[in-house]
């Protein structure tokens, strides 16, 4: 099946600092990638959809400024948390579609989980 | 707007048995596809299961299979055969416009936390 990687799996960083987290396709190209915030217990929640070569789309009440969000190629998308405090210590996970046979499917990274001292 | 609907509160089956999560869906689209995924505590989505909307028959995967009743709107996950491994969150999920492939995003459920007992 499809591959997605993303790293780092764990992050701790000290608040004030920005942190870069990457998500890449490896075995396919990906024009649509998700990034994903997710609260212990709870569901996904959509932060905003990134598309290859154009700005992002984020979901309402998502700072854009906070979280930059950079599809730079076919195979990378990166979500950088700028200025981090603790409230943004969470578990992040990125999706990247794949369509085919007129079907679309997601596949997901491993998350990684922020930790803002 | 698509909706997913999870109420079952944290669910516990016995080893060997089976055991089904439920899910219900709105949506306007004519087209869609349902999801499930499981999630353990490591905090990987694992795809386990579709249904397309078009699909007549029930999709089956292994031990996974999905009870999918379109006129009630619901895609329940049957678990046969319950494993220890099993435990960990399950989410329902559905995408529009499924079929055409035009890009739409992932609705999720709560999700359900499902405990297997030795």
């Known amino acids: 099946g499809a591959v997605v990687s993303q790293h780092p799996s764990r992050v701790i960083c000290k608040s004030g600092t920005s942190v870069k987290i990457e998500c890449r396709s490896l075995?396919?190209?990906?024009?649509?990638m998700f990034w994903y915030r997710q609260f212990p217990k709870q569901s996904l929640m959509l932060m905003a959809t990134?598309?290859?070569?154009?700005?992002?789309?984020?979901e309402q009440g998502v700072e854009k400024d906070k979280f930059l969000i950079n599809h730079a190629s076919l195979t990378l998308s990166t979500l950088t948390v700028t200025s981090a405090h603790p409230e943004d210590s969470s578990f992040y996970i990125c999706?990247?579609?794949?369509?085919?046979?007129?079907?679309?499917?997601?596949?997901f990274g491993q998350g990684t989980r922020l930790t803002v001292v | 707007a698509q909706k997913i609907t999870q109420t079952q509160p944290g669910m516990f089956v016995q080893e060997k048995e089976a055991v089904t999560l439920d899910c219900t869906y709105d949506?306007?689209?004519?087209?869609?596809?349902l999801f499930w995924y499981k999630q353990p505590s490591s905090g990987e989505m694992i795809f386990l299961i579709y249904?397309?909307?078009?699909?007549?028959q029930n999709a089956t995967e292994g031990r996974y299979s999905l009870n999918f009743q379109k006129a009630r709107k619901s895609a329940n996950l049957v678990i046969s055969a319950s494993q220890l491994g099993d435990s960990a969150m399950y989410f329902c999920?559905?995408?529009?416009?499924?079929?055409?492939?035009?890009?739409?995003?992932?609705?999720f459920g709560k999700g359900i936390t499902l405990s297997v007992r030795p």
């Open positions: 999706s990247a579609d794949r369509r085919g046979k007129g079907r679309t499917e997601a596949f």
């Open positions: 075995d396919f190209q990906a024009t649509t």
């Open positions: 990134s598309n290859e070569g154009s700005k992002a789309t984020y």
């Open positions: 949506t306007s689209d004519q087209s869609y596809g």
């Open positions: 249904q397309g909307s078009y699909d007549e």
């Open positions: 999920a559905m995408r529009g416009n499924y079929y055409t492939g035009a890009n739409s995003k992932l609705t």
